[in-house]
DNA sequence: GTATCGATTAGC
DNA sequence: CTAATCGATACA
């Protein structure tokens, strides 16, 4: 007898995750991302998304070796590397590849599927299409600090649905990626074009020199 | 040791 | 456009 249907999938599996970065960003586009915690459920389909690629990316924050705070995307894939950034964000990046391979795919905004009420009361913001647009209020509206690096997305309480993405009507489409100053020509960056949701890019950020 | 800069955001 | 705010990084 088969088990009864989940009303929000169940957990994607390590291999979803075993793939190249770019792969997986392109492939998270649509999907589900559910955080189960003990004030109550959030879930949003992910609508903006970037790769991040190791030892070839300057970009990356892997790009000089491994430190304590990149540590877990050197690990295996499927897992969350959080970070803290400008003192006071936190980004939500899920681990991509093999271990040894620190790839990553920065989640930047998704569009609010369930537990709106707890986005809004974690964000402070009533707006739908703000809850979480931009990779800072992602990791804000599903409740998600440093003490969640490392979390097992093939095991919960935070994990990518296995449900058929959807993508709303909108084409998936590809250019730079944002807030970097390095790196910033390579159109690694996948969304939901149109979707009001998505971040808009303010502007280039001006290189060294 | 000190200086600088973020895979950002909100506000003016 | 800038302030906020602090860990990681660069450099003396």
Do not use: K, Q
Not at 124 to 130: D, S
């Amino acid at each position: 007898m088969t088990p009864a249907p989940r009303a929000l999938g169940r957990p994607l599996a390590r291999r979803f995750y075993a793939r190249d970065s770019l792969t997986v960003a392109r492939a998270v586009i649509g999907r589900l991302l559910v955080r189960d915690a003990p004030e109550g459920r959030v879930a949003g389909r992910i609508v903006e998304a970037e790769a991040y690629r190791g030892a070839r990316d300057p970009a990356s924050h892997a790009y000089r070796g491994r430190t304590p705070r990149n540590a877990t995307m050197f690990g295996e894939p499927g897992h969350a590397y959080v970070y803290f950034t400008y003192g006071m964000h936190h980004c939500l990046n899920l681990v991509t590849a093999h271990a040894g391979t620190p790839s990553a795919v920065l989640v930047r905004a998704l569009e609010p599927v369930a537990g709106i009420e707890l986005m809004r009361a974690r964000r402070g913001v009533e707006a739908i299409e703000v809850l979480a647009r931009g990779p800072g209020n992602v990791a804000r509206a599903l409740g998600l600090t440093l003490e969640h690096d490392g979390l097992d997305l093939a095991r919960g309480p935070l994990w990518l649905s296995d449900l058929v993405p959807r993508r709303a009507g909108h084409r998936v489409a590809r250019g730079p990626r944002i807030g970097i100053r390095v790196a910033a020509e390579r159109p690694w960056r996948f969304f939901l074009e149109g979707h009001p949701c998505v971040t808009a890019p303010r502007r280039i950020l001006a290189r060294p020199g």
